[in-house]
Nanobody, 119 residues
């Protein structure tokens, strides 16, 4: 059983910052990749950022230069530093991980954390 637990969401004013964390626990020997997705009301879930175990990253165009994804592989934790937040960043943010070992590989999601950007 693998669980992903997010934290760090909340209410922030435009231009502010938040740092999301996601800890993976359970039977895990290798995770690759980990990522963050978000879903705004009435919209489809979209990729925000993703990082491989080797440190390779990719970001949605809408967050490039503002968000940074990072991992602590020893702690099975992924972070999302969000700066210069905009109202359009308001969404539920979900952590995502592909657990490759032990087999079989599995895709897991966290329960989500609400981020609201508003004055």
């Amino acid at each position: 059983q693998v669980q992903l637990v997010e934290s760090g969401g909340g209410l922030v004013q435009p231009g502010g910052s938040l740092r999301l964390s996601c800890v993976a626990s359970g039977s895990i020997f290798r995770i690759n990749p980990m990522g963050w997705y978000r879903q705004a009301p009435g919209k489809q879930r979209e990729l925000v950022a993703r990082i491989t175990s080797a440190g390779s990253t990719n970001y949605a165009d809408s967050v490039k230069g503002r968000f940074t994804i990072a991992t602590d592989n020893a702690k099975n934790t992924v972070y999302l530093q969000m700066n210069s937040l905009k109202p359009e960043d308001t969404a539920i943010y979900y952590c995502n991980a592909v657990v490759q070992l032990p087999p079989p590989p599995g895709l897991y999601w966290g329960q989500g954390t609400q981020v609201t950007v508003s004055s």
